[in-house]
């Protein structure tokens, strides 16, 4: 059965810290690994992962993708309150046009 | 990328009724999903609709609670039918929008009392 699972899932940590977000999964015929941010209802896309070891990197937030330990994370450096969301990692596999999310990691960052 | 516009926003139903959201594409796509999200869980897909023909279900949705309609290719309905309180979550359609991922629409927050 294919799945995701994410880490933690939920953190706390303060203003100006780096935390690292883990996604592991298991799919048929992977596609893809993307990375998403929620802060109200709409998931917001951060990264779309298809090759190994090739970071992708927007601002403060960068990511990876290890295709043969099947898994992916995700780094904020420098964290800021207006990065408190949950993010949510999903991967797509080839034979369904469709994606399968993890449960979220919950990211509240204190001033 | 797309530009999805999901409404209504927000909703508060009496139970046994029915509740029908509504999304619109700014662009023309071969499928549109339909996802629901109960109160701190993750996005379970509902079904995947694609123009013409019926909807696609997954496990544990069935079409006579969550009648979807795909009129035309930018345009897709999700119905919530003789709701219960169980049924009170976020539901989000969404399209697949090649090197953007998946993109969203805004969402519809819906409370069944």
């Known amino acids: 059965e294919d799945k995701v699972v994410q880490s933690p899932l939920s953190l706390v940590v303060h203003e100006g810290d780096t935390v690292t977000l883990n996604c592991s999964y298991e799919?048929?015929?992977?596609?893809?690994l993307l990375w998403y941010k929620q802060e109200k209802k709409a998931p917001t896309f951060l990264f779309m992962l298809?090759?190994?070891?090739i970071e992708k990197k927007s601002g403060r937030l960068s990511s990876i993708l290890d295709k043969k330990e099947l898994f992916s994370i995700l780094n904020i450096t420098a964290t800021q309150t207006g990065d408190s969301a949950v993010y949510l990692c999903?991967?797509?596999?080839?034979?369904?046009?469709?994606?399968?999310f993890g449960k979220g990691t919950r990211l509240h960052i204190l001033p | 990328s797309a530009v999805i516009s999901q409404k209504p926003s927000r909703d508060i139903c009496q139970r046994g009724t029915s509740l029908t959201i509504q999304c619109q594409v700014d662009?023309?796509?071969?499928?549109m999903f339909w996802y629901r999200q109960q109160p701190g869980q993750s996005l379970t897909l509902i079904a995947t609709?694609?123009?013409?023909?019926?909807?696609?279900?997954e496990s544990g949705f069935v079409i006579d609670k969550f009648p979807i309609s795909r009129p035309n290719l930018t345009f897709s309905t999700l119905t919530v039918s003789n709701m219960s309180p169980e049924d009170s979550s976020i539901y989000l359609c969404?399209?697949?929008?090649?090197?953007?991922?998946?993109?969203f629409g805004s969402g519809t927050r819906l409370t069944v009392v």
């Open positions: 662009s023309q796509v071969t499928m």
């Open positions: 999903a991967v797509e596999g080839v034979r369904d046009d469709k994606i399968i």
């Open positions: 799919v048929t015929n992977f596609r893809s």
């Open positions: 298809t090759s190994s070891g």
């Open positions: 609709a694609n123009q013409g023909s019926e909807a696609t279900y």
């Open positions: 969404s399209v697949s929008d090649r090197g953007w991922g998946y993109t």
